[in-house]
């Protein structure tokens, strides 16, 4: 004869409350999405409400406080024809980083997505993602020493005629130093090496939901490679593009290292914030600039939607 033994207290609890949340889903789904809802409301959603009510408050000109008093007059500063031409530079220098770094992107993971198979496949994923392994700032000051005039990079494109034809390139508002480490376009080649990787691995996730029966079917009609790549593939692709691009222009548009460390001395927009909040105290103007690239990447987000480029990811 055996004796039923009955549960202790705590499991039975525990129990009860299993079968409570296994049969009411909401309430189970409710207590695992309230936590990172938590952190994301009051710490990410919170720190961004709070900087834009700075930046509707102003500073004392005299003693430097600020004025908690809601008012445009910081907005009305930061659209200055001199704030204006920081925000120009700054998206400008950030679109071209995505362009070119699209451009780079493209053809390598085309070749991953069509013809690595296997180990190649492994090697190209490993050389890819290798780079984002190291230190930032050890990659930022290794550039910096490859573009000096002493440097490799600066010394064969110093003997090749490049550098100076890449500053032409990049326009009159990118022209700047006295060599490659202290120069808009050696600050775009840094931008290229750090960001590159997060452009080639949505293009190539796009490029593998290509069919290859679309393909050969274009070919089998008569179309011409060109015609192909012009019709088929890059239309169906271009959602993994604009996808790549969301990392690449989000992180050159917010970025302050590699401009304060290779960039010339025309400031930026993360430049400009700290200088704002650090050196000059003026917390209202950081805060104004910082709400600029806010704004910016939800027009972007909204464009890049409608593109079909979250599906990409």
């Known amino acids: 004869m055996t004796v039923a033994v009955p549960a202790a207290p705590r499991e039975s609890i525990l129990r009860h409350l299993s079968d409570v949340l296994v049969a009411r889903r909401g309430l189970y789904l409710m207590l695992l999405l309230v936590p990172p809802l938590l952190w994301l409301g009051i ?27 809601p008012t445009l007059k910081t907005y009305g500063e930061l659209l200055s024809p001199a704030n204006l031409d920081i925000i120009e530079r700054t998206v400008l220098v950030s679109a071209i980083v995505t362009l070119l770094s699209a451009l780079i992107a493209f053809p390598i993971a085309y070749y991953a997505a069509r013809y690595a ?29 490859l573009l000096a005039k002493e440097g490799v990079v600066g010394w064969v494109m110093e003997r090749l005629g490049l550098a100076g034809l890449l500053d032409a390139w990049l326009a009159a508002p990118l022209v700047g130093g006295p060599s490659l480490s202290v120069s ?13 990787p997060f452009m080639i691995l949505p293009v190539q996730a796009a490029l593998e939901r290509v069919p290859v029966s679309l393909i050969e079917a274009s070919g089998d009609l008569g179309a011409s490679p060109r015609q192909t790549f012009r019709r088929v593939i890059l239309p169906l692709a271009f959602p993994g593009v604009v996808a790549g691009a969301i ?33 000059a105290g003026n917390i209202p103007l950081a805060a104004a600039f910082s709400v600029v690239p806010v704004v910016i990447m939800g027009l972007f987000l909204a464009a890049a939607k409608r593109m079909g480029a979250f599906d990409a990811l």
Do not use: C, H, N
Not at 184 to 196: D, K, S
Not at 249 to 276: C, M, N, W
């Open 43 to 69: 710490v990410y959603l919170g720190s961004l409400f709070a900087l834009l009510a700075q930046s509707f408050f102003s500073i004392d000109e005299f003693s430097g406080t600020i004025i908690r008093e």
């Open 117 to 145: 198979r296997g180990r190649l496949k492994a090697v190209f994923y490993l050389a890819v993602m290798m780079p984002l392994w190291s230190s930032y700032l050890v990659k930022v000051y290794a550039w910096k020493l």
């Open 184 to 196: 808009y376009t050696g600050m775009v080649l840094v931008f290229l090496y750090l960001w590159t």
């Open 247 to 279: 990392f690449t222009f989000s992180l050159t548009l917010g970025d302050y290292i590699v401009p304060q460390i290779v960039g010339p001395s025309s400031l930026i927009l993360g430049q400009v914030v700290y200088t704002q909040q650090g050196t």
